[in-house]
């Protein structure tokens, strides 16, 4: 059933060319993506199962700067030229990458607040 269903997905999913273009078949571009998903979804479970508390938030801080890159790929998709569907998801990829760098350094901002000085409440 794997094997069938392995080949299916070999026959409908457009193929990545090689660097040399030699005229081979390469390897099915839906195949790479769905390896790639697979390695970064084990990569990233594993790695945050290790991140002591005490670290969290440097971490986190580092992942959001990080995660503008993402911003930076989503506009390049939506501005390059892409038809009606291909600029959807660009500007979608937009929005998506904004809240999720905006909303990580506000919690980010949040967190170190917490083990900032404690303001005396009443002025005394």
């Known amino acids: 059933m794997i094997a069938a269903l392995s080949r299916q997905l070999l026959d409908a999913a457009p193929v990545v060319e090689t ?4 005229g081979s078949t390469g390897v099915p571009f839906l195949i790479v993506g769905i390896w790639v998903l697979f390695l970064a979804v084990f990569v990233g479970v594993e790695l945050i199962t290790k991140v002591p508390p005490t670290i969290h938030t440097p971490l986190m801080s580092g992942a959001n700067a990080i995660s503008g890159i993402t911003l930076v790929g989503a506009l390049y998709c939506a501005g390059v030229g892409f038809p009606g569907l291909g600029r ?3 500007f979608l990829a937009i929005t998506m990458a904004t809240v999720n760098v905006v909303g990580g350094f506000l919690v980010t901002d949040r967190m170190l607040r917490m083990f900032g000085p404690k303001k005396k409440r009443g002025g005394k």
């Open 19 to 22: 660097a040399a273009e030699s």
């Open 88 to 90: 959807f998801f660009g």
